[in-house]
């Protein structure tokens, strides 16, 4: 396991400041403009969902996702106990779906009974979305202020086919964290 980093693999490179190199990364990271993404998961009859900006596919074989929850928010004590979690990519012109999973907290209201959706395999799946996955939560870590879930991939539909396999305006372009910088979230992370 790799332990150091670049810098200490470096010695005759002056180190930099803490501050200075946070705020480098900060202004790097802010210039790539990840796609934002809605997880849903539900155990018993309780649902949960919520705008993620943090996941990415971390393994081809086998295939696997990490998606990031911040504990302040709803959907997290739901996930922590669920098995199962979906993963929606949102098109550009689903800024009303980003607002209703973004800016609204599932303390407050079910946002389940303001968009279509599914079941499936014991997730909510959102309907009208470009692209969906259900994934098994294999891992769970502490990342920072986030806690990760490691998920490995059961079923899903791309190209906009949607549960009910009726197309998405939109589909090929994701909706992205530049896309949404407007939003007020539902809790603090």
């Excluded at 407050?108 to 994934?135: I, N, Q, T, Y």
């Excluded at 769970?140 to 396999?165: C, E, I, M, T």
């Excluded at 949404?180 to 603090?188: F, I, M, P, T, Y």
Aim: charged residues 20%; glycine residues 10%; proline residues 6%.
């Amino acid at each position: 396991m790799l332990t150091t980093t670049r810098q200490e693999q470096t010695p005759n490179r002056p180190a930099l400041p803490p501050a200075a190199t946070e705020l480098g990364a900060a202004e790097a990271l802010s210039r790539m403009d990840p796609p934002m993404v809605v997880v849903t998961t539900a155990t018993g009859d309780a649902a949960a969902g919520c705008l993620v900006e943090f996941s990415a596919q971390v393994s081809m074989d086998p295939l696997r996702y990490l998606v990031a929850i911040s504990p302040a928010n709803a959907t997290f004590r739901v996930a922590c106990a669920a098995d199962r979690i979906a993963v929606h990519t949102l098109g550009r012109g689903q800024l009303d779906l980003a607002r209703l999973f973004g800016e609204h907290t599932g303390d407050e209201m079910d946002k389940f009974d303001h968009c279509s959706w599914s079941r499936v395999d014991g997730v909510p799946v959102l309907d009208a979305v470009p692209s969906w996955f259900v994934g098994r939560v294999l891992q769970q870590w502490p990342l920072g202020d986030h806690v990760g879930f490691l998920l490995g991939f059961l079923r899903g539909s791309v190209d906009g086919a949607g549960v009910d396999g009726a197309g998405v305006d939109g589909a090929t372009a994701s909706l992205s964290a530049s896309d949404v910088e407007g939003l007020s979230a539902g809790h603090d992370a």
